[in-house]
């Protein structure tokens, strides 16, 4: 089996190779709007661990069996699209208020705000549409895949989480409703990215419910690691300003419940998560989505 | 027939009630993140002319024959979600910094500026999730109206000429260009939703291109109509603040062309939108779409 972070990076080079075929309508004037679209292809291009797409596409391999991940890609692509929709609007002064972005200046320092704001905007029109279009999927799968990308991005799902999120930088969280904005904020779309990819491998009822279980589980348990990195991390490799949570007193996992006990938490929906992998055949990419596990919990950026 | 505005009105209030059980999922627990439930409800509640909405259902009318537009409804909702969505954005003060909206604070002078960008966008999800989950139409038409609606709202439609709006704070904008602007901006969702309102009703290819020719030379009629107004019209009946385009300088149609040649141009198009109605037969309801071509050229808000 291949090494994991190179199966990640060479899912990177078909998901970009994706992204790009998808953006570049060449037969459209961009005439007046260039600018948009300049900003829209810097934060696409900026890079960053593409895990929600690898994610759609092990879950198709999962599901499927297949190694030919084609039909699997758009969905992708719209992932990938809507979560960098998601860190431009984040990134704005009314929001989170950061400058840089997976080591780059964030996207409305170079475009400036209105146009950041129209950038995120057509991401997330974007990820509709791919999805919705999706050439080796059908109308059904595809009208699937909308609602269940739409429904969790919704004011039920991330922009609730958001939400939650903005207010905890004025008042202090209690754990329950931390762990709400993170359930919101990050792992409602981790588990729409494994579900995606079973939509596009046509999944079980039962083998959705697992993915769904999947992703919440490492959808938490990143989004802990995250707290705990920026504690603990080092700015340069995380390519973005860290420390800034309990500098603005932010309530965050360890701040409530304290760092051990955040990597004890941590670990244990990591243990969680690969349980549900038991609804998947062996063999087919549940020992990648096992690893992936460790990878998120270990990582340092 | 019903006069046309008693017309408008009755639909106003279906839709408002589609909207209502939309956004009312009681079963959800919206803990944390009520400000954005109410920041949404408060501008989708704030009335204006619906008359995206009402195209989407006289279009339903002019292709079924149909008199019951139960199955339209959805597609509606998703119109004016869409369009109330571009409307929170475009006030925000890095867009036009509008303090006012339909005679009532804008949704940023209420909730500040970043529940404002949720809203705007939990509202352009909801759009597609609206779409693709109505239940009267088939898997089919819902893929294809998601499509429909997010590639003429995205970069290359809505967002594009939003951009376009901008640029022309900043420098002057020529005649063509300021068509292109508004052909982009407002153009292609009065397009759309007579379109979705041929998509519910499974028209013809005829059909489509006819309706989205009546759509796109009433909806730059609209916006010509909405520059007069700008120069002529009075504040207390627009509900919003006139006069801004010439505080800031804004190149508009009346700037470039005057206000004789504006009053023609936009008496041309209405015209000319008229005559696309030849594609639908008689009596099912052109007279109302032909009504509302007048209806829009001579209102005063």
Chains 1, 2 share one sequence.
Do not use: W
């Amino acid at each position: 089996m291949k090494d994991l972070s190179t199966l990640i990076g060479e899912y990177a080079v078909l998901l970009t190779r994706e992204m790009k075929n998808i953006l570049d309508k060449s037969d459209v004037s961009r005439f007046g709007y260039e600018k948009v679209c300049d900003s829209v292809d810097y934060s696409v291009s900026a890079g960053g661990k593409r895990i929600r797409p690898f994610l759609v596409l092990e879950f198709y391999k999962a599901v499927s069996g297949k190694s030919d991940i084609t039909a699997a890609l758009p969905y992708a692509a719209a992932m990938e699209f809507m979560h960098t929709s998601s860190l431009i609007h984040d990134d704005l002064p009314a929001m989170d208020n950061d400058d840089m972005r997976r080591g780059k200046p964030s996207n409305h320092k170079v475009f400036g705000e209105a146009t950041a704001i129209l950038a995120g905007d057509a991401l997330m029109l974007l990820s509709a549409e791919t999805i919705a279009s999706n050439p080796h999927c059908s109308y059904e799968q595809n009208a699937k895949g909308v609602i269940e990308l739409m429904k969790h991005a919704g004011i039920h799902g991330m922009i609730g989480g958001q939400q939650i999120d903005l207010l905890g930088e004025a008042a202090d969280l209690d754990l329950d409703t931390i762990k709400k904005m993170h359930r919101l904020k990050t792992g409602e779309l981790i588990a729409t990215s494994c579900v995606l990819g079973c939509i596009a491998a046509n999944a079980s009822e039962e083998q959705i419910e697992a993915a769904r279980e999947y992703g919440m589980s490492l959808g938490l348990a990143f989004q802990i690691v995250d707290d705990i990195i920026d504690v603990e991390g080092v700015s340069y490799k995380a390519g973005k300003t860290l420390g800034k949570d309990a500098k603005y007193k932010k309530s965050t996992y360890v701040s409530v419940c304290g760092l051990e006990r955040s990597k004890e938490d941590a670990k244990a929906l990591s243990e969680k998560a690969k349980n549900s992998l038991l609804a998947f055949p062996d063999g087919n990419a549940s020992k990648e989505l096992e690893e992936l596990c460790d990878f998120l919990l270990f990582r340092n950026n």
